[in-house]
């Protein structure tokens, strides 16, 4: 059995300290952890004005937002806020104004 792994103080700022690396155009990516079925956690940095296209969730997709604000189909989510996609949903996503998120998927996203 693997180890657990822990991030200490990641709410309190200590994401900060994590390397991101290019995922679509204005978005960045920082994988924490990727299980070979396909499930993952990862943050994800949008700059300002960007944005993630349509896609549909296969597994359900747990977002919490830990820094600005993004909008889906459905409203505009800010810091602090829990966002659960159910499987079959499907969404686009932007950030008029940037943010970073925490996003925990279940199974890929098939863009669409």
Same mark, same amino acid.
């Given at each position: 059995?693997?180890?657990?792994?822990?991030?200490?103080?990641?709410?309190?700022?200590?994401?900060? $300290?994590?390397?991101?690396?290019?995922?679509?155009?204005?978005?960045?990516?920082?994988?924490?952890? %990727?299980?070979?079925?396909? *499930?993952?956690?990862?943050?994800?940095? !949008?700059?300002?004005?960007? *944005?993630?296209?349509?896609?549909?969730? $296969?597994?359900?997709?747990?977002?919490?937002?830990?820094?600005?604000? $993004?909008? %889906? %189909?459905?409203?505009? !989510?800010?810091?602090?806020?829990?966002?659960?996609?159910?499987?079959?949903? *499907?969404?686009?996503?932007? *950030?008029?104004?940037?943010?970073?998120?925490?996003?925990?998927?279940?199974?890929?996203?098939?863009?669409?």
């Amino acid at each position: 059995m693997a180890p657990s792994i822990t991030h200490p103080g990641f709410l309190t700022g200590g994401w900060r $300290q994590h390397v991101f690396e290019p995922f679509h155009p204005g978005v960045e990516i920082c994988r924490l952890h %990727d299980e070979a079925d396909g *499930s993952a956690v990862a943050m994800l940095r !949008y700059a300002k004005g960007a *944005s993630v296209p349509r896609h549909l969730h $296969q597994g359900i997709e747990t977002i919490l937002v830990l820094e600005g604000s $993004q909008t %889906d %189909d459905a409203g505009r !989510y800010g810091e602090g806020a829990l966002v659960i996609n159910p499987i079959g949903t *499907s969404h686009a996503v932007a *950030s008029e104004g940037g943010c970073v998120v925490l996003i925990i998927w279940a199974r890929p996203v098939a863009f669409i």
